[in-house]
């Protein structure tokens, strides 16, 4: 089993308000990462939870605030986004930080 | 630090025509080598991977890819392509050792149309 799954599938979010997206795996992976994906673009590495603790975070806007409750949970706390957030936002895990990578179906978020 | 091109930004090929797809990559030694497909809305799906011993690696739904350290290329190959196989496809570089923490370098893409 290689699924990794991610709510909600889609969003609709105003400026000012405070959401968070969900993912979560049960294949006892040690590492979780978040993507941002514009259209007709590749995914951007966002953050890597490795054993539970943030390895990366790649210069990330302080809007976006990343959780790893446990091994199998990874959030995304969104607030005070912008519109140009709008985008795929894509969640992965692996066995380990070097590793294959298995992503989950996305959450579709548009900021209005 | 590694990088990855797909030269071709679109490709259009008949169903059941072969297919390839080109990726090289630029990376100070034997990097891992990764192809995703993905289609419309969806998330990214693993074809197939390389991260050591046969050159030469097949995947999921007929595809395959071969590794050539002395072009820097790992292109996906399919011989006979279906309607189905209408989608992005990445190319992905991963750098080996742990201070890499896994961080995939993704190609820009190749958008394949298949045609009746």
């Known amino acids: 089993d290689t699924e990794v799954t991610q709510t909600p599938k889609h969003l609709v979010m105003g400026m000012t308000n405070k959401k968070s997206l969900k993912c979560e795996q049960h294949m006892g992976h040690r590492a979780m990462y978040w993507y941002k994906q514009k259209a007709k673009k590749p995914p951007e590495l966002m953050f890597v939870y490795s054993y539970e603790k943030l390895s990366i975070n790649e210069s990330v806007p302080s809007r976006f605030s990343p959780e790893c409750p446990n091994s199998s949970l990874l959030n995304l706390h969104l607030h005070a986004l912008q519109p140009e957030d709008s985008a795929l936002y894509l969640c992965a895990s692996s066995p380990a930080s070097v590793d294959t990578q298995y992503f989950g179906p996305g959450t579709r978020l548009t900021v209005l | 630090a590694q990088s990855v091109t797909q030269p071709d930004i679109h490709i259009t090929v008949s169903e059941g025509a072969s297919l390839e797809l080109r990726c090289n990559y630029s990376y100070g030694a034997t990097p891992y080598l990764f192809w995703y497909v993905q289609s419309p809305g969806q998330g990214l799906q693993l074809l197939l991977k390389y991260f050591s011993g046969d050159t030469l690696v097949q995947g999921i739904k007929g595809f395959e890819a071969e590794f050539k350290r002395s072009q820097s290329s790992f292109n996906l190959r399919k011989p006979s392509v279906h309607w189905s196989d209408a989608a992005e496809y990445f190319c992905?570089?991963?750098?080996?050792?742990?201070?890499?923490?896994?961080?995939?370098?993704f190609g820009a893409g190749t958008q394949v149309v298949v045609t009746p």
């Open positions: 992905a570089v991963g750098a080996r050792g742990t201070d890499s923490w896994g961080k995939l370098q």
